[in-house]
């Protein structure tokens, strides 16, 4: 059974900071491409960050230079390091797994982890 497990969201205030992870069981970790995405009250989800197997990095325009995503497949964890938060970055994220084209690209996703960011 996959799992993607988020935590570390919450209440800050603008241009502070927070840090999310995402732990996954289930899947072989390294062979998927792991992703932040977020829904924010009204909105479409929208990619916030990808990270892939190779560790390149791929980054919504709005989110460049504050936010940082990374793994380590030692603890099957992704994060994303989010930094001078705007009170538009308020969403529920989620983390994402996407596995192997050739196994299917089948995607996983986890339940969110709220991020409030006041003003």
């Known amino acids: 059974q996959v799992q993607l497990v988020e935590s570390g969201g919450g209440l800050v205030q603008a241009g502070g900071s927070l840090r999310l992870s995402c732990q996954a069981s289930g899947i072989i970790f390294a062979l998927n491409t792991m992703g932040w995405y977020r829904q924010a009250p009204g909105k479409q989800r929208e990619l916030v960050a990808t990270i892939a197997t190779g560790g390149s990095t791929n980054y919504a325009d709005s989110v460049k230079g504050r936010f940082t995503i990374s793994r380590d497949n030692a603890k099957n964890t992704v994060y994303l390091q989010m930094n001078s938060l705007k009170p538009e970055d308020t969403a529920v994220f989620y983390c994402?797994?996407?596995?192997?084209?050739?196994?299917?690209?089948?995607?996983?996703w986890g339940k969110g982890t709220l991020v409030t960011v006041s003003s």
């Open positions: 994402n797994a996407r596995g192997p084209t050739g196994l299917g690209g089948i995607d996983y």
